[in-house]
């Protein structure tokens, strides 16, 4: 158990829809990341948040927004979906932003959009 | 820029022989290295990591990987597979001067083990 949560587990909506993912970072960490894997693109990074800030984007599509909330969970919505909106998406944390490479994974929410 | 190249998508192997996942990299400043394991419905757990210092490093389970700077390379290594070991092995690289959001990951190798 690596102490990330993250809800649901799975989701199937259909296309032009919108959800929203759910993220809880382990205790003390900071830093909380979004990736997308799929079997075409791989792993996927993103976005990032630090305490409630964000820091840095990778690949992620306008459709797509993030938070943090004080509490330091996050939130990733995905709107006017797409077939190819499906995937694993998985969040991660760690105690800061730096570069350790440590990154603490949940264990994802699986989205099918029909 | 930096990338990673994992050679062979599906690696498998016999109960108790040689594991080895290939690893190469690209990376124009030096870079940090990782190896991450995922098991069926789990997210990525981290294997090993090389930072600076001592180019051979050690992980959980069993595993090790050595760090070659000539050969561009992060081979992981076990003596001796387990079934356990049956998951998806992820290399990834980030930069010394770098943040973790910029960890590029590999397109991974499948490992599956045979009794």
Redesign the interface.
Known sequence: D?G?TQTPKHLITATGQRVTLRCSPRSGDL?V?WYQQSLDQ??Q?LI?YYNGEE??K?NILERFSAQQFPDLHSELNLSSLELGDSALY?C?S?VW???????F????SRLTVL | AQSVTQLGSHVSVSEGALVLLRCNYSSSVPP?L?WYVQYP??????LL?Y?TGATLVKGINGFEAEFKKSETSFHLTKPSAHMSDAAEY?C?V??????????T????TLLTVNP
């Open positions: 690596s990330v830093s990341y791989g792993l990074f990032q820091r840095a990778g998985f991660a760690s932003g730096g570069n350790t490479g440590e990154l994974f949940g264990e994802g | 940090y990782f419905n789990q997210g990525l757990q981290l990591k930072t992820f990834a980030t930069s010394s001067g770098g943040s973790n959001y910029k960890l990951f590999g397109k991974g």
